[in-house]
């Protein structure tokens, strides 16, 4: 029974492990050289990405500035700040909007476009102050339009609808 131990027992016995050459780590492999022309293309591809939508919301920079421009002028009459401010929110809408769905829209249909197009903004609410404004060429009451709120309305449309 030992003999048969002693058999079993050398085969078993593997010997010395053999361990293959270290790797070694160098940036000269092809892998990193692959590596780099893509992550180089990546960032050429964000920056030119930035720079368009950059490039492309120019028109809103400028509405927004219009804007507050007008906000700053306390000598204009309300009437003549609220058409005003009509006139850069139609040029807006058809910077981003086609020619057919907007240039038509008017009174009530004008402003439901505004409210559906950015959740939140409540055009509606100053119907009548537009209304006095456009139509009578004054407001009867000064006191239900605030000029602040109204701008800030505005320029938060500006920056999101589309």
Same mark, same amino acid.
């Given at each position: 029974?030992?003999?048969?131990?002693?058999?079993?027992?050398?085969?078993?016995?593997?010997?010395?492990?053999?361990?293959?050459?270290?790797?070694?780590?160098?940036?000269?492999?092809?892998?990193?050289?692959?590596?780099?022309?893509?992550?180089?293309?990546?960032?050429?591809?964000?920056?030119?990405?930035?720079?368009?939508?950059?490039?492309?919301?120019?028109? &809103?920079?400028?509405?927004?500035?219009?804007?507050?421009?007008?906000?700053?002028?306390?000598?204009?009459?309300?009437?003549?700040?609220?058409?005003?401010?009509?006139?850069?929110? &139609?040029?807006?809408?058809?910077?981003?909007?086609?020619?057919?769905?907007?240039?038509?829209?008017?009174?009530?249909?004008?402003?439901?476009?505004?409210?559906?197009?950015?959740?939140?903004?409540?055009?509606?609410?100053? &119907?009548?102050?537009?209304?006095?404004?456009?139509?009578?060429?004054?407001?009867?009451?000064?006191?239900?339009?605030?000029?602040?709120?109204?701008?800030?309305?505005?320029?938060?449309?500006? &920056?999101?609808?589309?």
């Amino acid at each position: 029974m030992t003999l048969l131990q002693d058999s079993q027992s050398s085969e078993l016995e593997l010997g010395a492990i053999l361990e293959p050459e270290p790797i070694s780590f160098s940036f000269n492999t092809i892998g990193w050289k692959i590596l780099l022309v893509l992550l180089i293309f990546l960032i050429i591809y964000v920056g030119y990405r930035i720079f368009v939508t950059y490039r492309n919301n120019k028109y &809103k920079r400028s509405a927004v500035a219009e804007i507050e421009a007008l906000v700053k002028n306390n000598e204009q009459p309300l009437n003549s700040f609220i058409t005003r401010v009509l006139i850069v929110l &139609k040029q807006t809408a058809l910077q981003s909007y086609t020619r057919v769905e907007v240039a038509s829209l008017q009174g009530d249909e004008w402003l439901s476009f505004l409210d559906e197009k950015v959740p939140g903004s409540n055009f509606i609410a100053y &119907k009548s102050a537009i209304t006095d404004a456009i139509y009578s060429k004054t407001l009867l009451t000064k006191a239900y339009f605030n000029k602040e709120e109204f701008s800030q309305l505005t320029i938060k449309w500006i &920056k999101k609808h589309a």
